[in-house]
């Protein structure tokens, strides 16, 4: 073909079968092949067709009734239910809670507030927690807790827990934000009510050891001058312990 010279058009080529996707076939339905017409069921079937249906109900009512009677019969919880908090004491009285503000921290729904203070204030060297603070302030807002348990593994002094407790309904709002005395555990027998000075000789560190399993008669003596109507002055004389020593003896 000379230079400059236009090349004749192709004629287009057959598409070959082997380039078109194959059809995919229809998927087949398992089972018996539907029928336009389905059988009528005869006049006995449709006569007895309502108390098929009523089949479960019939088979349940001779069995035993399983319904719980709340709030006349109260089942008890498992062991290791999540219900109402608790701030715990000390076999001597003293509040276990520091101050710290870590379970508010930990807390994801922002339920908890917690406001410290210092031992350092309180006259006369008495003291609400041992070391150096304690909780001054604390809330729980019930309208937002989930009831992790975060709050309770954030705690080093193993201050807060939660009891079995799950009646938490209220008429008002305000009453479901629980105060520190809603939450602190109640004097067991032969604690001393606080505040007061921590057992002679000792610091925060033998607290958390749980060196301390009671009163001493030095903090009875001391509440007894400064409180002489304490409620729990006489119980707490009762459970009067020695001090323990250097060595984790007592004196």
């Given at each position: ?82 219900g109402r908090h608790q701030l715990n004491r000390y076999p ?85 934000i629980f105060e520190k005395d809603d939450l602190l555990a ?66």
């Amino acid at each position: 073909m000379p230079p400059g010279a236009r090349r004749p058009p192709q004629p287009p080529r057959p598409r070959s079968s082997r380039s078109r996707p194959s059809p995919i076939p229809p998927r087949r339905r398992k089972g018996p092949p539907v029928t336009e017409n389905p059988k009528k069921p005869g006049p006995i079937a449709e006569m007895l067709a309502p108390v098929a249906g009523f089949g479960v109900t019939f088979a349940n009512l001779f069995r035993p009734v399983v319904t719980e009677q709340y709030p006349f019969e109260k089942v008890p919880t498992k062991p290791r239910y999540h219900g109402r908090h608790q701030l715990n004491r000390y076999p001597d009285g003293l509040e276990k809670c520091i101050g710290c503000e870590l379970c508010a921290w930990a807390c994801p729904a922002d339920a908890i507030y917690v406001e410290g203070g210092d031992n350092a204030d309180l006259p006369e060297g008495a003291h609400v927690s041992p070391g150096e603070r304690y909780g001054r302030v604390y809330q729980i807002n019930y309208l937002r807790c989930i009831f992790c348990g975060l709050c309770i593994e954030a705690c080093p002094t193993r201050a807060l827990t939660m009891t079995n407790d799950y009646e938490l309904a209220g008429p008002t709002r305000e009453g479901m934000i629980f105060e520190k005395d809603d939450l602190l555990a109640p004097l067991r027998e032969g604690m001393l009510a606080g505040p007061h000075p921590m057992v002679e000789g000792t610091e925060d560190l033998e607290y958390y050891r749980g060196e301390i399993t009671g009163p001493t008669q030095a903090q009875v003596d001391w509440v007894r001058e400064r409180r002489p109507d304490d409620a729990s002055l006489d119980a707490a004389a009762k459970a009067t312990v020695a001090a323990p020593d250097a060595n984790g003896g007592t004196r």
